[in-house]
């Protein structure tokens, strides 16, 4: 655990969070400023920075359990679509670095 990690403070529960899924190594909750309906986010437990760093264990993990959720989003919020999204760097756009699996759904017509 990282002490100054919001995810890792998440995980610890110190944090609230609108969990989703939880297992030995993989945590998912709901993200704080969703891009669409039912945006989520799926994480390793362990702190890892980005994609680089993380465990290849770590990193199937959370891969399989992205792949349940985005079946869930189109079986039960009728989804069109998942895109799967992986930031790592700054230069990527990554701005929390405990890294992370995006799972947004995607409707027919939106934005
Ligand atoms: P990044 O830009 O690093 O790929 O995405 C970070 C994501 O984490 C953003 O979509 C942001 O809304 C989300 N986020 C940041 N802080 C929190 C938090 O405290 N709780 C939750 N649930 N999501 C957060
Ligand atoms: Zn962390």
Redesign the pocket.
Known sequence: MSESC?FCS?VAGD?P?RKVHEDERVLA?????PISDGHL?VIPKAHARDLHDVPADDLAACALVAQQLATRAVERLGADGVNLLQ?SGEAA????FHV?L?VIPRYAGDP
Request: contains cysteine; aromatic residues 12%.
């Open positions: 919001v998440i944090l969070s909750f709901m993200d704080i400023n986010l930031c756009f990554q701005t929390v992370h995006h």
